[in-house]
């Protein structure tokens, strides 16, 4: 009877360590699909200087985020359309920011269109 009982506390011991262990690789696995949807998003846009914006890109930032500085700026090609993203600092608040080549603004949810 006590072999039974040690047998059914080692089972139940390996139970919960399998249970364990798996809930932790399901884990890391959530975490690196999120790093690689996040590092696939900056591939997408190529780094470019922030001078090297076009004019009515630099036009719209100056209106509509008065007293903003673009401190870095990536440039994505889709579709024969231009596409730019900006980080931008707005009295100390940092923006991410999407501008097609006329200087429309682009809602993030629409960025892949």
Known sequence: MKKLGLSLLAV???FFYTENVN??????VDAN???EAHAQ????F???DVLALPQPVKD????DFNGA???EAWVKEKDGKTMYKLSLN???EKKKVYIDQDGNWIDKKDKDK
Do not use: L
């Open 12 to 14: 139940t011991a390996m």
């Open 23 to 28: 809930a932790q690789v399901d884990g890391d």
């Open 33 to 35: 699909v999120e790093v």
């Open 41 to 44: 998003e900056k591939t997408d």
């Open 46 to 48: 190529k780094e470019i």
């Open 60 to 63: 719209a930032v100056m209106t």
């Open 69 to 71: 500085v673009t401190e």
């Open 90 to 92: 707005v009295e100390g």
